[in-house]
């Protein structure tokens, strides 16, 4: 498909959804791809941020790479220090990695993005804090000084669209009642439902790289 392909279908869905498509920004995810592939399939088309699910894979690129870097996996307490060297972490998924995250923001002197994660689907094998537990960790987080919440992702089940996208239109609920102008959703199968559901953030891989 492409990256234009997908920008396309992006701007189709909003106008479906008779939103702006540039609420909406790609987030090219190059898990497995190299240096090369991520200049000729992303970087050629203009500065897009790029997400890492591994810390290490991620630290490897930036020496050569010149982007926006998120976060997009599950971050251990012990790879916290690192961080600071992403423009956001999609992944906060307890208070034990919030209080890791506000003390390596404290020691850089800065303020760490971060969204938080839910698990919607309550998949044992998923990272992410369960719908009932929103509440209360956002009210913690929300009391340290070194972290800014922006808002909330989600990795659903796979599905077909009647299962996907009310787990969608969920995350964008709670983004709204709880005043989160960021919602992290949709990857290559299902990115279009996320943009009609109200998806800031979508996480695209696969799409970007098949011919």
Request: some cysteine; proline content about 6%.
């Amino acid at each position: 498909m492409g990256l234009p392909e997908v920008l396309e279908r992006i701007a189709a869905a909003c106008q479906r959804a008779g939103r702006d498509p540039g609420e909406v920004r790609l987030v090219a995810v190059t898990k497995g791809r190299t240096p090369e592939e991520i200049r000729e399939k992303v970087l050629r088309y203009g500065d897009f941020p790029l997400g890492e699910s591994r810390v290490q894979e991620a630290l490897k690129k930036m020496e050569v790479l010149r982007a926006e870097w998120h976060l997009i996996g599950h971050l251990q307490r012990n790879k916290a220090k690192f961080a600071p060297r992403f423009a956001l972490i999609h992944s906060l998924d307890s208070f034990r990695l919030a209080e890791a995250l506000e003390g390596v923001g404290a020691k850089a002197g800065k303020r760490l993005r971060v969204l938080v994660e839910v698990n919607l689907g309550r998949e044992p094998q998923k990272h992410g804090v369960l719908e009932e537990e929103l509440p209360e960790l956002l009210a913690r987080v929300r009391e340290l000084e070194h972290l800014e919440v922006l808002g909330l992702m989600t990795v659903p089940p796979i599905g077909p669209e009647g299962v996907v996208r009310p787990l969608f239109r969920k995350l964008s609920q709670l983004a709204d009642h709880f005043g989160l102008p960021e919602r992290s959703m949709g990857m290559s199968d299902d990115y279009v439902w996320a943009v009609e559901e109200g998806a800031t953030l979508v996480r695209i891989g696969r799409a970007l790289f098949v011919d």
